[in-house]
């Protein structure tokens, strides 16, 4: 896994992954994607990001959906703020 350390990324999408382990970042008015699988954030923040839920994510996001698990609205369109900085927010080994 390759890792950016440090790095600012603004105005972008950003696709959550498991090539690329985000340590440090600053990402502002970016769309961060997940689509289901490993992914690695690390002590990062976020300012004014959308998340795109697709894949095999977006699938559970609509079954869970369907049987009433959850509501469209219980779906966050940005990271709140008290995830976006917390320690290891989002992050999966």
């Keep these: 896994m390759d890792s950016a350390v440090g790095k600012k990324y603004k105005d972008q999408d950003v696709v959550l992954d498991n ?18 699988g490993d992914f690695q954030l690390l002590n990062c923040q ?31 369109s940005q990271v709140p703020p008290a995830v976006a900085q917390m320690p290891d927010a989002g992050g999966i080994h």
């Design 46 to 76: 976020f300012e004014n990001c959308q998340i795109s839920i697709t894949g095999e994510a977006g699938k559970v996001v609509a079954f869970m959906q369907m049987v009433g698990m959850i509501q469209q609205t219980q779906m966050p």
């Design 19 to 36: 090539k690329t382990a985000y340590i440090r970042c600053k990402f502002t008015n970016c769309n961060i994607i997940y689509m289901g």
